[in-house]
């Protein structure tokens, strides 16, 4: 349907008492959350009190929207249960991040869904949560995206619709990741095996345990891996009434017990820490990818927090100013840009990536002292309009996924590896915080440019595919419609022409998946 019109809250309060057995479960205090009064404690209709007024944006959105359905019906036609669909061969990919988990489609869709009030697709995706959707798996998983993807996807489902089957699946699942935790320094290794640990046998030897990943030098753990679980560990606990998530994952845990002892290089986060030591392996540095997600959960764990979490805060704003201070650069052309630093070199790189990074300077620009605001609200906009740089100096007008400023090269791709787009989101991520932030129509007029190219370039007959090269009109399509463009990309895009009020930020934090889940008001409790 198209209306537009806020479903009545859960009538029937979640009592909130523990899922299905489990180790542990019998001797847990039952949860007090009380689903009802969390929802009369938001400030704003989750989907909004009233449509956008002017026609166009109406029809824009509008269009969006009918994009997400047709991401939505081919992988239901082609690939449901597989966890991505392969638009051009019209099958499904399972690929081996999620360790034997499926559907990771479904669960990165399930909001989105919601929100653009697609009821009956919801309803496909809901149906196979509840009949299809097995937790009882085995195999090795990336603890940071199965949480991001998986625990973000059911939580904020659950948040949105208090449909028990959500809250209940993302508490068993987070069961299953504790052991990632179980080291000498409580930082958690990057990979786990989802087996049941009290099932170790022949078949299954590795249930429970963890590893870091093969790529890491020394056995480290990646920053932004063990630094983006707080958000959805804290909502874990606080929804089974049980502190083992929070505690494992409390930024005051990841603060105080190993990041605030070790001493960083020009105050900067490398991006590899010993799980064992406590210590930094190498002197890389990015608000790219392999750092990224650790300063934007800084940010939002103070938000999310009510502003409660000063810790968070603090390293916030001490990187951000480190970050100021050494890393952004502005080139010849006199664009703003974040370079990486590889051992006191600074390499003059942004990756698309980064580009998240203009969302996440304004959201907290928005919070800062007088001295600070507009400053950061300036670089925030310099940065963000970068990465638009990046995107409108493309043939395809979408941008590649990484861009260098040196030997005369401004915002473009310069190595024949760096020019694909994969359908990700964090330039439109970016348009969203900026345009909610300020208002500058420029942002709208920016998403619609996205939305156009990825109908010229990556919509294929049976869904979404990635493109080889920006740099060509005829692009070769990678055949992959990713679970975050439906997540993410298209979630951000549809935001960008909606009404502020639709998942207000004066309700939600966005996971670094997109998926909202609340802001821990006072009267969050009951
Ligand atoms: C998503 O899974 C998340 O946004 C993550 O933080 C980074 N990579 C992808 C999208 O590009």
């Known amino acids: 349907p198209e209306t537009e019109t806020e479903p009545e809250p859960d009538p029937e309060p979640d009592t909130g008492t523990a899922p299905g057995p489990g180790p542990g479960r019998q001797t847990r205090a039952p949860s007090r959350f009380d689903y009802g009064r969390f929802r009369s404690s938001l400030r704003h209709p989750v989907r909004g009190g009233r449509p956008a007024q002017d026609p166009e944006t109406r029809a824009r959105r509008m269009k969006i929207r009918e994009m997400m359905k047709f991401a939505w019906d081919n992988y239901k036609q082609y690939a449901l249960g597989k966890n991505e669909l392969r638009p051009l061969t019209k099958n499904g990919h399972i690929g081996n991040m999620f360790g034997g988990l499926r559907g990771a489609t479904v669960i990165d869709a399930l909001d989105t869904l919601y929100i653009m009030e697609l009821e009956e697709e919801f309803q496909e995706a809901k149906k196979w949560v509840e009949k299809s959707f097995d937790l009882n798996v085995n195999g090795e998983a990336s603890l940071f995206e199965v949480n991001i993807r998986y625990i973000g996807g059911l939580l904020a489902t659950y948040y949105l619709t208090g449909e028990e089957v959500f809250k209940s699946k993302a ?155 050494h890393l952004v650069k502005k080139s010849a052309g006199g664009l703003t840009y974040i370079a990486e630093w590889r051992g006191g070199i600074l390499d003059h790189k942004m990756g698309h990536l980064a580009c998240f990074s203009g969302g996440m300077i304004a959201l907290g620009a928005e919070h800062a002292g007088e001295e600070r605001r507009q400053r950061h609200m300036d670089l925030a906009a310099e940065i963000t309009n970068t990465c638009h740089e990046s995107y409108a100096r493309s043939d395809t007008k979408l941008g590649p996924e990484a861009f260098r400023f040196d030997a005369g090269s401004e915002a473009m791709a310069t190595r024949l590896s760096e020019r694909y787009y994969i359908l990700r989101p964090e330039v439109v991520e970016s348009y969203m915080y900026l345009w909610r932030l300020t208002h500058n129509p420029k942002y709208r007029q920016w998403g619609w440019e996205v939305v156009k190219a990825l109908e010229e370039h990556c919509r294929v007959e049976a869904g979404f595919s990635g493109i080889r090269d920006v740099y060509t009109t005829t692009p070769t399509h990678d055949n992959m419609q990713q679970s975050f463009f439906l997540a993410e990309t298209l979630k951000y895009l549809y935001l960008l022409f909606c009404e502020d009020d639709v998942l207000s930020l004066d309700d939600w934090v966005f996971n670094t998946e997109a998926h909202p889940l609340p802001v821990n008001h006072t009267n969050f409790k009951a």
């Open 171 to 325: 508490l068993e699942l987070g069961e299953k990741l504790l052991p990632a935790f179980n080291t000498p320094t409580g930082i958690p290794r990057g990979v786990i095996n989802l087996g049941r640990q009290d099932t170790r046998s022949l078949f299954s030897p590795f249930s429970g345990m963890s590893w870091s990943w093969g790529w890491a030098s020394a056995g480290s753990s990646i920053l932004a891996e063990f630094g983006t679980l707080h958000l959805e560990f804290l909502h874990l606990s606080e929804l089974s009434g049980n502190p083992v998530f929070a505690e494992k994952a409390s930024t005051s845990h990841l603060g105080l017990q190993v990041l605030n002892k070790v001493e960083k290089p020009q105050g900067l986060y490398p991006n590899f820490l010993s799980p064992v030591t406590g210590n930094w392996v190498q002197h890389h540095v990015s608000i790219g990818g392999l750092g990224d997600s650790f300063y934007e959960y800084l940010i939002k764990s103070w938000l999310m927090s009510d502003k409660k979490d000063l810790e968070a805060k603090k390293m916030y704003d001490d990187a951000l100013e480190a970050i100021e201070k």
